[in-house]
């Protein structure tokens, strides 16, 4: 078959394209990539002398022996690109460290030395190839044997491949195969017909397959700052850690990046991670430098000097302490910096992201200068391991109860209900809050648990009393993100309540827009299944996040609890007081009841009554309750409408003034003592007494 030209070139193009490619493409020095660079390189020498030996040599007539060495040189390297072909498999497949150790390394160079020793040996005396007197390239038989070493090279990576296959993706692995079986077909056709250069194209186009399939899964590189991402830190320290090398990592979290996010746009802020990475990537030396998301930057240094560190800080420091010019704007920066000592502080990518977390997420390390990681994590991760295990065996150990925090309502000026609140008690019996003990009960599942727990405990308190005694209209209870995420969850809270045979108006569930936002069409099934059965549906903390109007108008709320928050700032500036305004009003064009949380004092309690809110809970009324206390608080309630002749019968008439009511002094945030109950007791025998 004779020569021709194009299909080299073409080839050499595609090649040209791959090797340009991978160099403007954030590439990881990992070994797969190392290893497929190797590969694309020598297959684009080889080519490239198969068009040398046959373009120069058709044009110029040269000395036998500079052609010889042309030939030389061009079967030498057909000859070495299996190699790279091979290390690329060990390399995909995690296997390449067991190839150093073993005597394999041995195995896998020798048909190499003994290709160079044969094709050296042909420069002086005809041995595989030589040239006539017309430089005319003539094969002699022992050529073989080079190709025979070839396929030995092609069959080792296949078998390689095969035994590992599952440590590569399904799809790599199909790939990686028609690479090498369309290799082995292309080598034998090129055994046969030297002067073909179709074996040139074909490499090229299986090399080019495997840049833009295997090579191109692994996402790498930040699409905004276009530093390495989260995915290429794991890659490339995943090998440190395991061999527990000793180094320094850096932790730099922008603070309020939210709030200036929300605040600038998002153009801009784009526009500061640019910049600033820039600035990181350019000025430290001998560091790898990551971007792992909101402004969570990670430099990695190459060894274990404390010194070189410092002196990163102090370049960075001095940087932030002028503000960034972002287009027509300027903002000044302040980060929290941290240094992670690996792996005393951290040693896997997890632990590396957990510490940037608590970094970026605790307010106690708000412009603190730098916060060593091993100062940072030792009391809050201890803490949360602790709450981790009191939260499992919480259940089984009698630690948990629930409290009652009274609902008043505006209209018929009294308690008509309350909010049931989990407690946990420590082995110690001090209580742990809730917002301590939710999240990671949730990261645990043990929340699924807690919250059947707290509705089996609403359930079983209103089947034990006749609850329009108490002038109970409801008791609302909290639902957290995970259990809306389960698809069960309105059978079972029907089934629990028809087991207690719990009317369903009597209860009211509070779910968080975080809910909504989970897990849209489970929570959307399930809340029109519990609306369906009379269950009342409350959005809670509304205004503490995004405030998405969409899952008021599309979801089936009844009412919206308005967060603490919203409540206190509208008493602290005019704007705000007159959003809140604004928003109850909405809330009422839209047909829902509106709550107030967060009550502190009488002036709250009148505004929001002017403005419409239909109900109102906070420390003004009462704090949690536990559920002794809380019913005794209602018993005093319905004794002193009894005194005003307002009974609380179905219809009766509203109370002039709920603060006459003698509220059980209980103290603390229902975290504390059970001081309130003895109080109580002895309001109780007075009352007695007196009667
Ligand atoms: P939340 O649902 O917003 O509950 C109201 C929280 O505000 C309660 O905190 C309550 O004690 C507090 N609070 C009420 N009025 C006032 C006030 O006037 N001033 C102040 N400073 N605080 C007030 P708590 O009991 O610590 O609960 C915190 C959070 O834990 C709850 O926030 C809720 O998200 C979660 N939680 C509590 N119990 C449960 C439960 O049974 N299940 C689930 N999933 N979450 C629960
Ligand atoms: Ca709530
Ligand atoms: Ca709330």
Redesign the pocket.
Known sequence: MPYSLQYDISGLLILIVIISLFYFKRTLPSYPNRTFALLVITIFLSVFFNLIRYAVFSYFSLSPSFALWFYGLHLLLISIVPVPFVLYICALTNTLDFLSRSKLRFLLLAPLLINIILTAVSFKYPLIFTVDENNVYIRLPQVYIIYFFMFCYLAAGFVILIKNRRSVPKMSVHIIFLFSVTSFISSLFQMYFPDSSMHSLIISLNVLIVSLTVQKSEDTSDAITGLYNQTAFEAMNFKRFVGGEKFHILGIVFDDLPFLTSTLGMRHIHELLKQSSAFLKNTLKNVDVYHFNDGKFCIAFRNNDLEAVYECIDAIKERFVHPWKLNSIEVKIFPRISIISCPKDADSTETVIELFELLSSDDKYKQEGVILASSMDTAIRKRSAYIDRTVKNAISEGLLD??Y?PIYCTKQKRIIGA????RMKDERGKYI???EF?PIAEKNGT?LR??EF?FEKVCRLLSEIKPEDFGIQKID????VV?CMQETLADQILNIASLYRIPSSLLNL?I?ETAAAYSQDTLKSNMNKLSVAGIELSL??YGSGYSNIGYMINLPFDMIKI??SIVWNAFLDDKSYTALAFTISMINALKMTVLA????TKEQADSLTSLGCHFL????FS??LPKDVFLQLLHHQNIELKAQGLIFEKGAKPAEEMNHIKKPSFTG??YGSLAGIEELEELDSIEEADA
């Open positions: 629930v409290f925090q909010e049931a609140l989990i809050s809730p917002e939710i929340i807690l919250g707290v209870i909290n639902l957290s259990q509070e968080t809670d903390d967060d603490k949380e967060g009550i502190e809970q906070g420390y003004y704090e949690p945030t229902g």
